[in-house]
């Protein structure tokens, strides 16, 4: 008997640690899967967050279109309708008023762009002294950097007084 009873104590046991671990790590377990569910709701919200955005600049892109061709429609109903009701004289100061088809002088040719590179250069690469004049006189030359003679002796860093006086030393107002 003596065995048997040893059995089930050794079962009883068993069963109270075993229920006892499993009360002890089930919160753990249930505070696991609120965090997944907490996850995936933020993912969710995230994405219908990012489709609102898709959505309003399709939108504003859509809107901005219609209104280009707005603006489109009554610049070819205005110019149908200058042609149509201005006189000849009206139609000239117009166009001298436009900026494309302003008066050039005699002699000249179409207006274009500015270059951004040397006419002269080979290639059409951009030439460093393109239109440069060198100044030879002024008070200050050019220094070489080889010229200068180089000194064996060690710069010490800047001291940093918010650390303390200890070990840098005091400047000489704040000893104390």
């Known amino acids: ?11 009883a046991a068993g069963v109270v640690v075993g229920a006892g671990l499993l009360f002890w790590l089930l919160p753990a377990r249930r505070q696991a899967g609120q965090l997944i569910r907490d996850r995936d709701e933020a993912r969710q919200a995230l994405n219908h967050y990012r489709d609102q955005v898709d959505d309003h600049f399709l939108h504003t892109a859509e809107l901005v279109n219609d209104m280009t061709q707005a603006y489109r429609s009554v610049h070819e109903h205005l110019s149908k309708g200058a042609q149509a ?9 117009a166009v001298a008023k436009s900026l494309d088809s302003a008066p050039q002088k005699e002699g000249d040719g179409p207006v274009a762009p500015p270059l951004d590179y040397a006419p002269s250069a080979k290639g059409g690469t951009l030439a460093e002294d393109f239109g440069l004049q060198q100044k030879t006189t002024g008070p200050f030359k050019p220094v070489d950097v080889a010229d200068t003679p180089v000194t064996d002796s060690i710069v010490e860093p800047p001291r940093d007084y918010a650390e303390g006086c200890d070990e840098q030393g005091c400047p000489p107002e704040e000893k104390k």
């Open 1 to 11: 008997m003596d065995m048997l009873t040893t059995g089930v104590l050794c079962f």
């Open 85 to 93: 009701l201005c006189s000849e004289v009206g139609r000239k100061r």
